[in-house]
Structures are given as C-alpha cells and as structure tokens.
C-alpha cells in the first residue's frame, strides 16, 4: 500500500480525500490530513506527524503551504506531488525544491495534457512560440489589484473582458489560485518568462476552457481543454483532483504508465 499524506482539505484536496479513502485509486490509501481548519478524521497536527505516515505528500493548500513545507518534505526522504505549481514562479523556491534531496518531485499536469508531444517537439527542435488563453466564469476572476471598471465588468457585464496578458511568470503573481496550469506549460516548455498568457473572464461560461498553442521546427500545435468547474471552487477545473489520483497510481503503478 502507497502511503499518501495531504497537505490542504480544500477544494482539490478535499475531493482527493474521500476518493482515496473510498478505495479509487488501487494500492493507495490516505494515512494523513494536515489542514489547521479540517475535521478530517485523519487529521495530524503537525508536518513530522503527516511525514511519520506517509510515502508521498500531496500538496494541496496553496503556494504560502508548498513554500513552508516543500523542502522538508523532500528532505524528509518522502515523494513530494505538488499541485500549486504556480508557486514555482519564484526562482527561488523552484531552485530550492529542485535542490532537496531525498523523495522524488513530482508535478501534477491538473487540469491541461498535451505536455508528452510538446516536450517531445522540444527535442526536434527548438519551440518558437507557447501561449495559453484561459477562460473562466468572470465572477471567479475579480482581485483587489484590478480597478473599479473591470471590476465591475467581472460583477454585471455582459461581454467577455481580457482580464490579463503578459508572461506566465507575471500571471502566476498575478492570479495564484487559477495560473497552475500556466506554471505547468512553462516548466514543460520554454519557461516562464517565455510563455504567453491570456486570461479572459466570461459571464457566459461555468466551467474552466483553456486553449494551447505552440510552434516549432517539429510543426504547430493546437489543444482545447473545456473542464467543468470545481462546485467548490468555480476559479479550479474539477479535473484537477482526479489529475492527482491518476498521478498516484502511477506512481504506485509505473509499469503501465504511458511516457
């Protein structure tokens, strides 16, 4: 049995929870909870107690969570999956978690594919251009940096309104709890300062749509993602969570990944 200890009850790990205590995923079951505000029924009270039961931490509480227990995790001796890959954004933290030794890291894909062909591509040659657009219901999208007119764009219009462009370094700053899925395509790709970003609220979507573009010597690449939203959290695709169980089994199971 593959040991899993969680970090964050939320929106993603919440579902990731009952799934695994419900015997979802084959050979992996949840030991561990560490989230101050959870009435989990495994719920630990500090990061050495969710170490001492687990083989592989997951991630999931935010990128404040990932930067205070990411390293030890890792120096630990333990697996580190980590979903709020925005937080890698930061030089800094990504130098740092790439440096531990120990358990392995591991990404979590979330809520976009198409990263195999694309890092294949990179191999033949170099990628000219990356660019995600992400649409998303315009409610979810309103933050306190933007200014009254957008703001009240997001609330009551009827139009969709470009909320954001710039580099998938920028968005994550921008936007921590929607750009994981920016922070994935860089890592993958060309890397944050290279990929462009576009985020885009829409009052006439409820769910999560994504479209990805690159170009290179190894041809054009197009690919559309349109995820139902989380009912717990309409800025995160529901697809996320059982993104984070697929990549459990196979590291459970990684016979019968497909690489």
């Avoid at 970090?7 to 205590?21: K, N």
């Avoid at 999931?60 to 205070?68: F, N, T, V």
Wanted: charged content about 20%; proline content about 4%; overall charge negative.
């Amino acid at each position: 049995m593959l040991r899993v200890g969680l970090i964050g009850c939320g929106a993603i790990g919440s579902v990731v929870a009952r799934e695994l205590s419900a015997g979802a995923v084959g050979g992996v079951g949840l030991t561990a909870v560490l989230d101050p505000v959870t009435q989990h029924p495994l719920k630990v009270g500090d990061l050495g107690s969710l170490l001492s039961l687990s083989d592989v931490v997951v991630e999931a509480a935010g990128h404040a969570a990932l930067r205070e227990n990411g390293v030890a995790v890792r120096e630990s001796g333990t697996d580190l999956l980590v979903v709020s890959i925005g937080a890698l954004a930061d030089e800094d933290l990504e130098a740092e978690l790439r440096g531990a030794g120990g358990g392995h890291l591991f990404l979590s894909t979330g809520a976009i594919g198409g990263l195999d062909i694309l890092r294949a591509a990179m191999l033949l040659g170099p990628l000219e251009e990356v660019f995600i657009t992400s649409t998303k219901p315009a409610v979810a999208l309103s933050r306190p940096w933007m200014d009254a007119a957008m703001r009240d764009a997001l609330a009551s219009g009827s139009e969709p309104v470009e909320v954001f462009s710039g580099t998938a370094r920028e968005a994550c700053g921008r936007f921590p709890e929607s750009a994981n899925v920016t922070a994935t395509l860089a890592l993958a790709t060309v890397g944050f300062d290279r990929v462009r970003v576009r985020i885009v609220g829409d009052p006439a979507v409820t769910g999560v749509r994504h479209t990805v573009g690159a170009a290179g010597g190894a041809g054009r690449y197009e690919l559309s993602f349109e995820n139902a939203a989380s009912p717990g959290n309409p800025r995160t695709s529901a697809v996320t969570a059982y993104s984070v169980l697929r990549a459990l089994g196979d590291i459970r199971r990684p016979e019968v990944s497909f690489l």
